[in-house]
């Protein structure tokens, strides 16, 4: 391809990324980006994590293009950045190479995997951070992958960390947005709903005693003590939303985000149940671990379940707080032989002192039930 052309199509490219302000979509639209620039068949980025623990790998997300939904349900977990994909991690320079199979760090590709030899990869860099890294593989026409794609892939990864930072900039105001959305509502239904509603019912109040008739005695106090628990539902709307914007880091808030954030994985929107003290009782490990649980939870079920529905239940006392994640796929005989997703999670609860167990759910289905000490 011309020189020309090749400039254009990358000016498309970069065009492309950045008409979508949704993060998910714009990972998803840099990969697709990618792999169309350089004539690759497969494409991945892989998100590097914050704060994980070296044993759970540093890939936080492995977003793919060119593996179909089934072929990914074969192959299992998604890589988390060991081995050879490790090279782009540790070095964070441009990679390229004819057959990343006779590299020494290549260590074998898992069941179902389909052959790949030819690579090319790169960082993506925000503010000179590592966000994650782009990998390329089997160029199509050819062997391996031009000097002429690798720098063109530099230059995509560079804008593609312009698009990232802008989605994610545009999140925290649409994040600022409702919060400070939130405050207002509060406000308004403290200084004039509760207010209005108080003045009537105290109006209200007043008449009961020149009323004659005591059907219609009975009636309006029946009004006037509606008007008093409405007054207690809002007050305790009010607590609720002031709770919520004081405390972005709440358990109770961060089990509702992560449930939205696996919609798109999912298919679907998981249900959320809620119950007891989660916020003035669970914290420390305990609430940490509890989201790591969730969060591979959803995953197995992501990958392995073929559910069409999940429900989430999270409810604590003084003493325990237990999670149970239920969906009504294929049940116990659909979980992976091999994989350290199910370990993790009973590895998690008995580090708390509490236990992980996975049992059928009447009618098909599997619950995963996990219980530890509230305050570990």
Not at 51 to 68: C, H
Not at 140 to 147: Q, V
Request: glycine residues 10%; aromatic residues 4%.
């Amino acid at each position: 391809m011309p020189p020309a052309a090749r400039s254009s199509q990358l000016l498309d490219a970069v065009v492309a990324m950045g008409s979508d302000l949704s993060l998910p979509k714009v990972l998803r639209r840099i990969v697709q980006s990618a792999v169309d620039l350089v004539d690759a068949r497969y494409g991945a980025l892989g998100v590097l994590a914050a704060g994980r623990p070296a044993a759970e790998g540093v890939l936080a997300e492995f977003i793919t293009v060119g593996i179909d939904g089934k072929t990914a349900r074969a192959i299992g977990h998604a890589p988390r950045g060991c081995g050879f994909l490790g090279l782009l991690i540790t070095d964070a320079e441009p990679l390229r190479m004819p057959d990343l199979t006779q590299h020494p760090r290549f260590t074998g590709f898992p069941p179902h995997h389909p052959e790949m030899h030819s690579f090319l990869g790169t960082p993506i860099r925000i503010h000179d951070q590592i966000y994650g890294n782009l990998y390329l593989t089997e160029k199509k026409g050819s062997t391996e992958f031009s000097k002429a794609d690798s720098d063109l892939l530099v230059a995509l990864a560079s804008a593609a960390g312009v698009a990232i930072d802008n989605a994610r900039l545009h999140e925290r105001v649409e994040e600022l947005a409702v919060l400070t959305e939130r405050e207002r509502i509060a406000r308004d239904l403290h200084d004039t709903v509760i207010q209005r509603i108080f003045a009537t019912g105290m109006g209200l109040q007043g008449l009961v005693g020149n009323i004659d008739s005591a059907p219609v005695r009975d009636r309006v106090q029946q009004a006037v003590d509606e008007l008093d628990e409405t007054i207690r539902a809002i007050r305790g709307t009010i607590f609720a939303l002031e709770a919520e914007a004081a405390d972005r880091g709440a358990l109770r808030a961060r089990v509702l985000a992560l449930a939205g954030e696996t919609e798109e994985t999912l298919g679907f929107t998981p249900r959320v149940h809620l119950d007891g003290p989660l916020d003035s009782v669970v914290s420390g490990p305990a609430a940490e671990e509890l989201l790591k649980t969730l969060r591979e939870a959803l995953s197995n079920v992501a990958r392995h379940a073929r559910a069409s529905a999940v429900d989430i239940h999270v409810d604590c006392d003084v003493h325990t707080v237990t999670l149970r994640v239920s969906d009504n796929g294929v049940g116990l005989h659909g979980l992976p032989r091999q994989g350290h997703g199910i370990a993790n999670m009973q590895a998690r609860a008995e580090a708390l002192g509490g236990r992980c167990i996975l049992t059928g759910r009447p009618g098909g289905g599997l619950v995963v039930t996990w219980r530890v000490p509230a305050a570990s």
